[in-house]
Every structure is written in structure tokens, then in C-alpha cells.
């Protein structure tokens, strides 16, 4: 989502400013802006609308040049996207402030600040916390004290990054709810929303902890806990270089990344197989133990690692016997929950900064839950530092805003948590988890095979381009893939999709079917193809167009109004995997048919950090 940077150092920073925004640009990129205590003295900004590359253009015609500066890229939350909402936000000339988050109680403090004179210039929730703050200025002078006594009244959740001409010296920052990390350099330090924005400055990181507040000098860093006490957090040092953040030979990440995932998945299954069974320590060394008194799991997540959640349910309940319960965790977290004894609470998300599945964990705590795994794609991620167990996939960096890889590599650990689960409990046979391991063994080959359908999709996306509405169907685990395969398209062709599994057809949707609705139908190859055959016949009966990703042993053949996709043979279980990559594809194809922005959609942004 929102993107943050500061730096202070003794060299001009405002390239480095620029460079760390364009490489958190990904996750939020409707407006952009950049405030620099400039060498006269003075603390001047530059704000521009729509992407980073507008920004970097206005500051080539009118530099900014200085040794303190802060930058932002907004996704917004309160008030449009445009320039005068667009952060860093001032309070009079001297004082600067960006912003990741929402306060909550903004409306409150508007009207309480209004009230002694202060004149807002935006509609943002992020202008009080300037306002404020230069109020708390008022009483005591030293920024850093102000910024404590300020968050003490901001409810909601924030990272902050302040600076003020008064002291130039540094660059005051706060979190709460909101990742902020700092960089450490030599001579001069750095601070962002995510380490990635300065990898090009330094390796050496010091992430900030709920609450914290941090006062970053050149050649100091002081850190206060959330009761004021000054604390020391742990410096981490990255030895691998930067990771390649270009689109190689691809026209876009997400077809880049639709690529990658037979390496992922491959780097995900490392060390994790043994040679008939899955290394439950894997899992975390108190894994197998733990494991063994799991009775329920309950899956929690968002979008599409929530769709992963889905697929897992069917695995665990069929393979490992253990009832298992998924929902979006923004439900989750605000209901009365009824926690079963000995149920694993399983968070799944990409970042592990999703803010509702962060949320949905912290509740859990409280809740009486055996222990939690998460399953993501960042090891200092915040939903990794809060649970007991972990399973890092191994994605790699995921820019595309649409998740393709971070999804397969999710379900790849999904299924390492149903076979290790069966495993400890008993309940799955070592037959059955020995050719399971097999299979997994052979699925990067068999992904490889799926993406060599390229082009077969690329000619199929022709159905799609002029359409407005379609509909996704499958039965049993590809009843998801559906759902995923639906909210690919959605989100990056805008075209309204939605998943159904196919018994239902009949019980309404059926009704929106005619030649103008392409059905997208993932045949599962097992013993509901049959019933799906059927489903299929009451789409053609209506006129529907019919595109069908179906098993090459399925024997389901091309006729009037049915294109049939043959998919490589591969064992029921990970038929959900396989059968992703073609929908990805698809939905890709469609979007660059329509011209949208592939990688940055509209009105969306990755690793949502907001509720
Ligand atoms: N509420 C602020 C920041 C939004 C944000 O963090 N998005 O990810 C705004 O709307 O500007």
C-alpha cells in the first residue's frame, strides 16, 4: 500500500528518496511526493497526482536539493487521489509529515484542531497528525518528545515519518500498526515502510517494533518502546544482493512471475521432503510435537491467500481427517468466535503485513488457540514474528500486483501442512503421503508443461476481449481455483467474473447465461466429472459459451459453443495447482487485449496495510 522513505545523511538525498519510492511504487501508486530541508534552509515539498515517474519528472524541471528529506507513494484511504492530498503533509513551513495508515478518530481531532485555528488543505485522515503535532510543537520544543506526546492521541494505526526545519538534524519516526524499518549506513541513516525501498544504500536493517518511536540521526539511532523506556532492537544484515527487480525479457512482472513458478516451486519444496515423507521440521522444531495434539485448523487470510485457505480445507479434510474451517479475516476478526479445543489458528498472506490477517492473529492470541502457523512469503514480516510456527514459501519478491506465484507456492506449503499433519496424527497413510511426496516431486515438470500452453491461452483470451460478465464454475478443490481464476480476471481486465461451484448453477446464476457469458469451467478428474458434464449441458442448453480447462485423459472434446483445453495428466491432489497456471494466463491475456495496466490495476494496491 502506502510507500514511506526518509533519509539523512551529509550527501544530496533526494535521488535516494526517488529510487527507494519507485521500488515500493507496487504496492500503492496513486500520487507520489517528496519534502527536502533544502540547503537554503528552508523545508520545500513536491506533490504530483498519478505515478512516481510524474514526480521524478517534476523534479527534474525544479530540483529539490538537501540532506534531510521524507517521501511517500499513497494508495489513498480519506480523500481522493490527487496533489493536495498527495503526502508529505505540512503543518505551516516547517514541519513535514508522511503518513502509512488510518486514524481513526481524525474526524474528532479535525474539529478540535479547526477549533484553535489551524487551516486544513486537504481531506486526508494524515493532516491532523501534522496539525497536532506542531500544537504539542507549542508546549515542548524537541520534536521527538512532541511526536510521543502527539501519538498518544492518534487512535488507528500509522507509521510516521516527521521532519522539521527546526531540527534539521533528523528524522523523528513512530509505528504502530504500520511497518517501518530503519537503514543503517555510514555516516548516514535511512528509514522506510519496507527494506526493499534501500537495498540500493544499504544491507544493514533495524525493523521498529508496535510502538516504537525512533530518533534518526547521520550517526545515531534512539529507540523508545511503547512505554517510553529506551530500548536496543537487533541489527539484521542481508548477505544476498539485492533481488532483480526487472522485468527481464517480460513485458510485464505478472507474466514474469506466471513464469517463475515452476522455480519457486521447486524452491519452496527444498529441504522439506524426505524420500517418502514430508520433514515436519519444516514447520519449526516444536512442529511434530505440536502437531500432534491438532484436532481442528482454522484458516484465516485475505483475496487470494484466502482462496489457497479454501483449497487447503478440501486437502485436510480428506487426506489428514482434521475438520477444518477458512474465512476472510476481516470477518474474523470482529466476530464471536467459537474456538473448537486443540485447533491451529493458520494465517496465510503474501506480505505478512496484511493488516485484517495481522489483526485476526493478535485477537487469536486471545482466544484459546492450540498455536499458530503462518504461511508467508516474508520472513521478518510481522503475522512471521507473532506466531509460533512458521512455513516461509519461497516466491520470492512478488511485484505484480495480482498474486500468481505467491498463490501456487502457498498452496505447495498447504499441502506440506495437510501431509505433515496426517503423518503425525496418523491418519494418512505412508502410502498414500509416499506418492504424494512423488507427485510434488514432479510438479515444477509439470507446471513447466502447463506454461507451454502460452499460446493456446493467448488465442482463447480472443473470447473474452469484447465481454463484460463471466462466469467461473468448478466442483471439489477446483471449486476455488475457480474463485482465484475469477478474481484474476476482475482485477486486472475489470471484467465482472464470478466463481460458482457448478451444482449451483442451477440455483440461480444459471439465469444470467446466455451467448453474451463465457463460462470458464476447471473440470475436476475424478468422480464428479460426470456431474460436471451435466452442469455443462445446462450451460450449452442456454446458449453459453463454454471454455473448459479438462485432464487429457478426461475425454472431453471440442463441439459447437465448447472449447475444451486439454491440461497434462496429474493426480487429483494437485490438480488445484496445476490448473491455477492456465487461468492466470488467461486472465493475463484478456487484460493486455484490453490495454489496462497489468501490473498496477486500478484502485488497487499489493500488501494491503490498511483494515
Ligand atoms: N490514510 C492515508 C494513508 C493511506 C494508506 O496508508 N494507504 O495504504 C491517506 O489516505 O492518505
Redesign the pocket.
Known amino acids: 500500500?502506502?510507500g514511506i522513505v526518509g533519509a539523512v545523511a551529509e550527501r544530496n538525498i533526494t535521488a535516494i528518496l526517488l529510487e527507494g519510492l519507485k521500488r515500493l511504487e507496487y504496492r500503492?501508486y496513486d500520487s507520489a511526493g517528496v519534502a527536502v530541508f533544502t540547503h537554503n534552509g528552508t523545508l520545500e515539498r513536491m506533490r504530483r497526482n498519478g505515478k512516481v515517474a510524474e514526480l521524478e519528472q517534476a523534479l527534474a524541471g525544479e530540483p529539490l536539493m538537501g540532506r534531510l528529506g521524507i517521501a511517500h507513494t499513497?494508495?489513498?484511504?480519506?480523500?481522493a487521489p490527487s496533489e493536495r492530498?498527495a503526502?508529505p503533509h505540512f503543518s505551516g513551513s516547517d514541519l513535514a509529515v508522511v503518513?502509512?495508515?488510518?486514524?481513526e478518530n481524525y474526524e474528532a481531532l479535525r474539529e478540535q484542531l479547526k477549533g484553535l485555528g489551524y487551516v486544513f488543505t486537504s481531506d486526508?485522515?494524515?493532516e491532523v497528525i501534522a496539525h497536532l503535532l506542531n500544537h504539542k510543537l507549542k508546549d515542548q520544543s524537541d520534536l521527538t518528545e512532541a511526536l510521543k506526546a502527539t501519538v498518544k492521541e492518534l487512535h488507528g494505526a500509522y507509521g510516521l515519518a516527521v521532519i522539521s526545519a527546526k531540527q534539521p538534524d533528523r528524522l523523528v519516526a513512530a509505528r504502530s500498526g504500520?511497518p517501518l524499518v530503519i537503514g543503517l549506513g555510514l555516516g548516514e541513516n535511512f528509514l522506510a515502510s519496507d527494506q526493499l525501498a534501500l537495498r540500493q544504500v544499504t544491507d544493514r536493517f533495524m525493523y521498529l517494533e508496535e510502538g516504537d518511536i525512533a530518533e534518526i540521526r547521520r550517526d545515531s539511532v534512539q529507540i523508545w518502546d511503547v512505554n517510553g523506556k529506551s530500548v536496543q532492537r537487533e541489527t539484521v544484515q542481508y548477505r544476498d544482493g539485492a533481488e532483480a527487480a526487472d522485468k527481464g525479457e517480460y513485458r510485464h512482472y505478472m507474466l514474469k512471475e506466471i513464469h517463475e513458478q515452476p522455480a519457486v516451486v521447486q524452491r519452496t519444496l527444498e529441504n522439506r521432503l524426505g524420500q517418502d515423507h514430508v520433514l515436519v521440521q519444516a514447520f519449526g522444531p516444536q512442529a511434530a510435537e505440536l502437531f500432534a495434539k491438532v484436532r481442528n485448523v482454522q484458516i484465516v487470510a485475505c483475496g487470494t491467500s484466502y482462496h489457497a485457505g479454501m483449497v487447503a480445507r478440501y486437502w485436510l479434510e480428506s487426506l489428514a481427517g482434521i475438520p477444518c474451517q477458512v474465512e476472510v479475516a476481516s470477518e474474523f476478526r470482529y466476530r464471536k468466535v467459537v474456538v473448537q479445543p486443540d485447533t491451529l489458528f493458520v494465517s496465510i498472506s503474501q506480505s505478512g503485513e496484511t493488516a485484517d490477517t495481522l489483526a485476526a492473529l493478535r485477537n487469536a492470541k486471545e482466544l484459546g488457540f492450540l498455536a499458530s502457523l503462518a504461511i508467508c512469503n516474508v520472513g521478518i514480516s510481522s503475522l512471521v514474528r507473532e506466531s509460533d510456527l512458521t512455513l516461509l514459501t519461497q516466491a520470492g519478491r512478488e511485484i505484480g500486483v495480482a498474486s500468481t506465484k505467491a498463490f501456487t507456492t502457498q498452496l505447495v506449503g498447504l499441502l506440506l501442512l495437510t501431509l505433515s499433519l496426517g503423518q503425525v496424527r496418523g491418519t494418512l497413510e505412508a502410502g498414500v503421503e509416499a506418492q504424494l511426496v512423488e507427485e510434488l516431486r514432479r510438479l515444477p515438470a509439470r507446471l513447466g508443461e502447463a506454461l507451454a500452453m502460452d499460446a493456446t491461452i493467448e488465442k482463447v483470451a480472443e473470447l473474452f476481449a469484447d465481454k463484460h460478465h463471466t462466469l467461473f464454475l468448478g466442483r471439489g478443490a477446483q471449486f476455488p481455483v475457480a474463485m482465484e481464476g475469477a478474481l484474476k480476471l476482475k482485477e486486472i481486465s475489470y471484467i465482472h467474473a464470478e466463481a460458482y461451484p457448478a451444482g449451483e448453477l442451477k440455483h440461480g446464476p444459471l439465469a444470467l447465461v446466455d451467448n453474451d457469458m463465457p463460462v470458464v469451467t476447471v473440470a475436476p478428474n475424478n468422480e464428479l466429472l460426470e456431474k460436471l458434464k451435466s452442469n455443462l449441458q445446462e450451460v450449452r442448453a442456454r446458449g453459453g459459451e463454454l471454455i473448459v480447462f479438462a485432464d487429457e485423459q478426461a475425454g472431453m472434446t471440442n463441439g459447437e459453443g465448447t472449447h475444451v483445453i486439454n491440461m497434462p495428466h496429474i493426480h487429483d491432489v494437485l490438480a488445484p495447482i496445476l490448473y491455477t497456471i492456465p487461468l492466470q494466463l488467461l486472465s493475463y491475456y484478456v487484460a493486455v487485449l484490453k490495454g489496462t495496466d497489468v501490473d498496477q490495476p486500478r484502485n488497487l494496491?499489493k500488501s494491503v496495510?490498511?483494515e
Open positions: 500500500m502506502c500503492g499513497r494508495w489513498a484511504t480519506h480523500g492530498n503526502h503518513h502509512n495508515g488510518i486514524i486526508t485522515d494524515t504500520s494496491a496495510t490498511v
